[in-house]
C-alpha cells in the first residue's frame, strides 16, 4: 500500500483542552486509520510549523483523504497536508516512464 505523510497543526481548542487533561493522540488516530482501511505506521508530535507529523500505510489516496477530512471535521486539528511517499525504486520507476513519455510531450508554448 501506498505510504501517506500528513503534517498540521492542532487548533487552538484542541491545545488548551491537551493542556487541562493531557492525552496520547496515536491510538485514536491508529484506530481511525484502521477505519478507514490503513494502517498508523508513525505518529510523532514536532516542533516548529506544524505541531505533528503522522506517517500512515493507506490503500489510496481516497482513503487518507477520507480519514483526514473526519479529523479535520472534528476541529481538533487545522492546516493538514498529507503528501505522497515514494521508495526509491518507486521514484526510478515513475523517473523512467516520465522519461519514455517526454519523446512524446510538446510543452506549452512549443509551437
Do not use: C, N
Amino acid at each position: 500500500m501506498p505510504i501517506f505523510i500528513t503534517q498540521g497543526r492542532y487548533s487552538q481548542s484542541a491545545i488548551k483542552g491537551m493542556v487541562a487533561k493531557p492525552e496520547d493522540r496515536a491510538e485514536a488516530v491508529a484506530e481511525l486509520a484502521g477505519k478507514a482501511g490503513g494502517k498508523l505506521l508513525h505518529y510523532w508530535v514536532t516542533l516548529g510549523e506544524y505541531d505533528f507529523l503522522v506517517v500512515f500505510d493507506m490503500p489510496s489516496h481516497k482513503e487518507v483523504s477520507a480519514a483526514m477530512l473526519a479529523a479535520g471535521a472534528g476541529g481538533g486539528i487545522t492546516d493538514f497536508r498529507t503528501t505522497l511517499a515514494m521508495t526509491s525504486a518507486e521514484a526510478k520507476a515513475v523517473f523512467g516512464a516520465a522519461g519514455d513519455l517526454t519523446a512524446s510531450f510538446r510543452p506549452a508554448g512549443a509551437g
